[in-house]
């Protein structure tokens, strides 16, 4: 008698990122008799800052975040799918990929991860509050100097909103090896930023996108909006919050629509140490094809990558129209850098621009710390 095969994953403590990997370990577990599959949760946190060769030691599946990927290649911890004979499922999961999602998990001429959750900041309000998304920046701060704004800006989320402001106007952003941006232009997107952060409450210095959600879908006098915010459909189906968001694709400056909003979400990934590799890509490449993304990955709470779930009747219709509502803003998103190096720039990048927007810093301080830590991580 064979011996049973038990695969262990970690991924994000939340009900996006645990509830559907739970449902289809179970699932697979059914269709292979004798695998076993149990899945960990560490908090969003902790799981970014677990550096992949620690995670690649205890589990045999992961699910990362794609700005991982430059160590990732040149650590070897992690198997490079494109290298297991499965080309045809792998162009099919290029074809439908909604925006840079599976290429996001591409790096030094290999596949690292197979996108299994596709986010990016987009727009939230509460339609008892307001009738329709604002799509251009003045409209937005017009709202905000009302009081019915909000925004994540804990130093993460700072630095993409940094970020996105940027794209959206087109700027060169981490292309040169001295500087971020350059400097008139990053001193015209701070004010931008400053502006939007002074007209807020001062709690949102300390809310992530979670904490935003759950503000607005469960608080009687929230805000009414927020402009940008890594979506999370669990807050647009019924009963999941006492106050159901609609999301809708992120403002643009003047006419610049949705452009350049920092793309995020999650990939499956296989450890090089697992002893069962090819059970292990089996689940991956199922979980990340088209039918599961579409039915039973939805359906137990996931945020599909998968452009057959975004296009899909059945998700849409639950979730209040997420996925056609904000496409274009995932189809049009920016692929931030992943340079090995890169995480650390991120990391001490937000702690830099928090600063400034708690005033402990002035614009030319912030920009001058912002460029040399920059030039550190590409060293």
Not at 355 to 369: E, N, P, S
Request: glycine content about 10%.
């Amino acid at each position: 008698m064979a011996e049973p095969v038990r695969l262990r994953g970690m991924t994000w403590d939340h009900s996006r990122g645990l509830d559907p990997m739970v449902a289809t370990a179970a699932h697979f577990a059914e269709r292979h008799p004798g695998v076993e599959i149990t899945w960990d949760a560490r908090s969003l946190q902790a799981f970014a800052d677990r550096p992949i060769g620690e995670m690649a030691a205890d589990y045999d599946l992961m699910v990362i975040d794609h700005p991982h990927v430059g160590e990732v290649a040149q650590s070897g911890e992690l198997v490079a799918l494109d290298t297991l004979g499965r080309d045809d499922e792998m162009a099919a999961l290029a074809a439908q990929s909604v925006g840079a999602s599976h290429r996001s998990y591409a790096f030094g001429g290999h596949q690292w991860a197979l996108a299994i959750d596709a986010a990016t900041p987009v727009a939230s309000f509460r339609p008892d509050l307001i009738d329709a998304a604002p799509t251009r920046w003045d409209a937005v701060m017009e709202l905000a100097r009302d009081g019915r704004v909000a925004v994540a800006l804990i130093p993460i989320n700072t630095l993409m909103t940094f970020f996105g402001l940027a794209r959206n106007q087109g700027v060169a952003v981490a292309e040169a090896p001295d500087r971020v941006m350059a400097r008139d232009a990053a001193e015209g997107v701070l004010d931008l930023l400053m502006a939007l952060a002074h007209a807020v409450d001062p709690r949102c210095l300390t809310l992530d996108p979670i904490g935003v959600l759950e503000w607005m879908g469960r608080s009687a006098d929230a805000p009414a909006y927020c402009p940008f915010g890594y979506g999370y459909t669990n807050y647009s189906r019924d009963g999941y919050c006492r106050f159901p968001i609609v999301f809708a694709d992120a403002p643009g400056i003047a006419d610049n629509g949705p452009r350049g909003t920092v793309l995020g979400g999650t990939g499956i990934a296989v450890s090089r140490r697992c002893a069962h590799m090819d059970v292990a890509a089996d689940y991956a490449f199922w979980i990340a094809g088209a039918e599961c993304q579409a039915g039973l990955f939805f359906d137990s709470g996931g945020q599909p990558g998968n452009a057959a779930a975004w296009e899909a009747d059945g998700p849409n219709a639950a979730a209040r129209g997420f996925f056609r509502n904000t496409r274009r803003t995932l189809d049009t998103a920016w692929l931030r850098p992943r340079y090995d190096g890169y995480m650390e720039f991120q990391d001490r990048g937000g702690d830099i621009l928090h600063a400034c927007l708690k005033g402990q810093v002035g614009r030319a301080d912030t920009l001058d710390r912002l460029d040399a830590v920059y030039r550190e991580s590409r060293r």
